[in-house]
């Protein structure tokens, strides 16, 4: 088995969480704890981006000092393990974690040695929301196309880096699929991007600019490292990279796969502005950058700065976190973005879990305690049925789609395992077998053990294969089906039915 290493995008902090990262973090989660499941060493990285102008800003408004307002938000991100069920390994904070630091000043400082890196005067137009300088015919009628608003026109002289430099090399890396972008669809976007022809990027802010926030520029007190060079730094930063720490070759220098999961929104920042940096230092790149589209309400990405976030701790605290983790992983497509309302949410929840899965589980297990006392009998060799042949192919079908991060392919398969079974209910009719049983037919009783044993056999397969998607409902499910074990526990609801006043 290999080594893998995987990250989301770390967010700003200039508000609370919203449900469009939740579903980054949720499908991230996904993917470690599915590597988990299959034997790899995994490590799994998330945190928050502290040290941007628009945080310092937001400060401002609430009337905060800005460490005190990131260090209360920053929490607020880190509290989602919890509620939404995420089991990430480390937790880095760009602002407060002494290895950032470190890593930051690293890194400038090898592409400086390279011959990267020069000062000009500039002026352009900048984003505060994308943290980000645009060119006019970028924008669109004269706005963001991301946050909707004017760019602001800055002048000032900054520390630049020569992207330009690696413009073939990245190009050749991207081609070649050494540098893997799914879908295929943002691999063209970025190759597409360096067709244009790639421009030198500051990578410097004044320290006047940025508030006095933000890490400072090796040896130019007067200027504090650009947010996204510092941000993009925490993949390794959080390794101990900053002071060649084990972790970083452990993780980094010799993993497998080196596995970077964002939004559309930011692709250019890690499929080109971040391996050229690695090019620069002579690091190696990631191996794979997944590319996620949004989440919608009404057709309009989910934003803090647009007014329309949603939060994900109170859907999980109303609904439960497997209504949350299901939906984001059964409904939202792995290309097109995905429009939230909770009647959706509610809608899957019923017809998957409580219907579906819930409905499979209590009635089985109920049929074990009603004619065979509670005891599971022994499983005959498989027979040739749709049912196991959704059984078998299911290990594998996951496998693949989740090599594409194709969670609705993944979970599909999965559940057709369901959709199976109580098809296998009703065309067995275990009431009518158990009935001739009980007046002497002996062939039939056989039957009758021998489909129950094959429906805990399939539900077993399904809590099992389950587990990456929902850890808790799985762990639920395997419980109430023994675990292995002879004997069965009383039945009790799985999914309780989601009540919604008003």
Same mark, same amino acid.
């Given at each position: 088995? +290999?080594? !893998? ?32 499941? !299959? ?5 799994? $990285? ?40 995420? *089991? ?32 000009? %005067? ?22 963001? /196309? ?18 330009? !430099?690696?413009? %073939? ?36 802010? *004044? ?78 790149? /990631? ?34 976190? %497997? ?11 792995? #290309? ?28 089985? #297990? *109920? ?81 009758? +053990? ?20 929902? /850890?808790?409902?799985?762990?639920? #499910?395997?419980?109430? $089906?023994?675990?292995?074990?002879? !004997? ?15």
């Amino acid at each position: 088995m +290999s080594r !893998r290493y995987i990250t989301t995008a770390i967010p700003y902090v200039n508000s609370k969480p919203h449900l469009g990262f939740a579903m980054e973090l949720v499908q991230t989660d996904v993917m470690a704890r599915h590597w988990r499941h !299959r034997g790899h060493e995994v490590r799994f $990285l998330t945190g928050t981006d502290d040290n941007s102008l628009k945080n310092a800003i937001a400060a401002e408004a609430e009337g905060l000092p800005t460490k005190d307002f990131v260090d209360r938000n920053a929490a607020a991100f880190e509290a989602l393990r919890e509620p939404l069920q995420i *089991s990430f390994d480390d937790f880095i904070r760009t602002s407060a974690d002494p290895r950032h630091r470190a890593g930051v000043d690293r890194l400038w400082q090898a592409a400086d040695a390279r011959g990267d890196l020069y000062r000009k %005067d500039f002026q352009g137009l900048y984003c505060v929301g994308c943290e980000q300088f645009y060119a006019e015919a970028e924008l669109a009628d004269g706005n963001c /196309p991301e946050h909707f608003t004017p760019p602001v026109l800055v002048s000032e002289e900054n520390w630049f880096f020569k992207l330009s !430099r690696y413009e %073939d090399e990245l190009r050749e890396l991207i081609e070649s699929g050494t540098l893997r972008i799914e879908p295929e669809s943002r691999r063209n976007e970025v190759l597409g991007f360096l067709k244009t022809g790639l421009q030198d990027f500051s990578i410097s802010r *004044s320290t006047e600019r940025a508030r006095g926030w933000g890490i400072e520029v090796p040896g130019d007190p007067g200027q504090v490292v650009y947010v996204w060079w510092d941000a993009l730094g925490n993949y390794v930063t959080a390794l101990d990279y900053g002071t060649d720490g084990e972790n970083y070759r452990h993780w980094w220098a010799e993993s497998a796969e080196r596995t970077h999961v964002i939004g559309k929104g930011i692709i250019r920042f890690h499929a080109v502005y971040w391996p050229a940096m690695l090019l620069s230092a002579g690091q190696p790149l /990631p191996t794979t950058i997944f590319v996620h589209d949004y989440l919608t309400v009404e057709g309009r990405k989910l934003g803090k700065s647009l007014g329309n976030a949603i939060d994900p701790v109170a859907i999980a605290d109303e609904f439960g976190a %497997d209504a949350l983790r299901w939906w984001l992983v059964r409904d939202v497509p792995r #290309v097109g973005d995905a429009d939230y309302t909770t009647e959706r949410l509610i809608g899957r929840y019923h017809e998957d879990l409580a219907n579906g899965l819930g409905n499979l589980v209590n009635r089985t #297990v *109920s049929m074990v305690h009603k004619y065979r006392g509670g005891t599971v009998p022994p499983l005959p060799p498989l027979p040739e049925l749709p049912l196991t042949d959704a059984i078998a192919a299911a290990p594998e079908a996951v496998d693949e789609a989740m090599a594409r991060f194709d969670f609705r392919t993944a979970t599909a398969a999965v559940w057709k395992i369901v959709e199976e079974a109580n098809r296998y209910v009703v065309e067995v009719e275990p009431w009518t077998l158990a009935k001739a049983e009980k007046s002497g037919d002996t062939e039939a009783g056989q039957r009758l +053990s021998d489909a129950l044993a094959l429906l805990i056999h399939a539900a077993r397969v399904v809590a099992d294969e389950l587990t990456p998607f929902l /850890p808790g409902a799985a762990a639920r #499910v395997l419980a109430q $089906l023994g675990a292995g074990e002879d !004997r069965l526990g009383a039945p009790r609801p799985l999914f309780p039915r989601i009540e919604v006043s008003g």
